[in-house]
């Protein structure tokens, strides 16, 4: 009898093209692969893999087997989600991972919505950037919530995925609401921003890269002074008045206290945000109420500054 568990991680190998890259995008050590593998072996009682010293890749039974793995999980996705469409009302659990601001903003809504089931269990993670797709492949969730700076519509997405746009997510500038340039009538200057003391993430976080192509508009700024992890950490210090910053709208959905939100005149900078599910799993009715509920919650939420 093949381990479905085994099966799943053999088509992860198909996908990744190596132990070490399985490992590392399902959170085991390399060993730990090798060894599911190996025991994978003996179930089907074939070489799957060709080992060297350094590398290792499918045989052509392994091949075969990744391609029937692919299938029977699709199928069984397939069985229980026609088994629950066949009770009709969303039961069962619902695994949602999503980007920290995204979980912030969308939670209250959220559990108001999928309240009224009393047959649903919903989880609602955090996850770090780049993870969510990986678990929804692997079937740790069924649903990610994943944001994208790049404007490019995910038209290569992997097989058994499916993406729906939820939100445009425009850069904004957020200032302390005592600040000068909290007033609506006046119009946004970034010169006169310069020498602000501005805040940010780390670098390498998308939020951080946005922030700096705005600062190299107006050469001479000086570098980012105040370093934070957490968008909500910076907030809470812009409405302490001890900086500035530019941020995501989405990032204000929870109604922050003592700041301002402005629109950056002529800046394009903002991020796409998308729900990632299995095809398989859309026609479960807890997954389909989830992923409305969700819609509805990403369309309510903080929307852009009005044009001074």
């Known amino acids: 009898m093949l381990e479905f568990?085994?099966?799943?991680?053999?088509?992860?190998?198909?996908r990744r093209g190596s132990i070490a890259a399985t490992a590392s995008a399902l959170g085991y050590t390399a060993s730990a692969v090798s060894q599911q593998l190996s025991a994978l072996e003996r179930e089907a009682r074939v070489p799957l893999l060709d080992r060297t010293a350094r590398s290792a890749e499918l045989t052509d039974a392994g091949r075969r087997l990744a391609e029937r793995a692919e299938e029977i999980l699709s199928l069984v996705e397939t069985a229980e989600a026609?088994?629950?469409?066949?009770?009709?009302?969303?039961?069962?659990?619902?695994?949602?991972?999503?980007?920290?601001?995204?979980?912030?903003?969308l939670a209250p809504a959220l559990a108001r919505s999928l309240g009224e089931h009393p047959g649903l269990t919903f989880v609602l993670r955090q996850t770090r950037p780049g993870d969510g797709i990986r678990q929804v492949?692997?079937?740790?969730?069924d649903i990610a919530l994943i944001?994208?700076?790049?404007?490019?519509?995910?038209?290569?997405?992997?097989?058994?995925?499916?993406?729906?746009h939820l939100r445009r997510d425009?850069?904004?500038?957020?200032?302390?609401?005592?600040?000068?340039?909290?007033d609506p009538g006046r119009s946004v200057d970034l010169?006169?921003?310069?020498?602000?003391?501005?805040?940010?993430?780390?670098?390498g976080e998308p939020s951080r890269q946005a922030l700096e192509r705005i600062l190299d508009t107006v050469g001479g700024a000086r570098p980012v002074p105040w370093e934070f992890e957490g968008l909500?950490?910076?907030?809470?210090?812009?409405?302490?008045?001890?900086?500035?910053?530019?941020?995501?709208?989405?990032a204000l959905a929870a109604g922050d206290q003592g700041v301002a939100v402005r629109r950056i005149p002529e800046c394009t900078l903002a991020r796409e945000v998308y729900a990632v599910t299995r095809t398989a799993s859309v026609r479960r009715p807890s997954v389909a109420v989830t992923l409305r509920a969700i819609y509805a919650a990403?369309?309510?939420?903080?929307?852009?500054?009005?044009e001074s």
């Open 82 to 105: 026609e088994l629950s469409a066949q009770s009709g009302a969303p039961m069962g659990r619902v695994v949602v991972t999503a980007f920290p601001t995204a979980a912030v903003a």
């Open 147 to 164: 944001d994208d700076w790049t404007g490019k519509v995910p038209d290569q997405s992997p097989a058994a995925l499916e993406f729906f």
């Open 170 to 182: 425009p850069l904004v500038l957020v200032v302390p609401a005592t600040h000068p340039m909290s």
């Open 5 to 14: 568990r085994r099966l799943r991680l053999l088509a992860e190998f198909a």
């Open 137 to 141: 492949q692997n079937g740790e969730v």
């Open 191 to 203: 010169q006169q921003l310069r020498e602000e003391p501005w805040m940010a993430a780390p670098p």
């Open 298 to 306: 990403a369309r309510d939420a903080q929307p852009a500054p009005p």
């Open 232 to 250: 909500h950490t910076i907030l809470s210090l812009v409405a302490r008045g001890i900086g500035i910053t530019a941020v995501p709208a989405l």
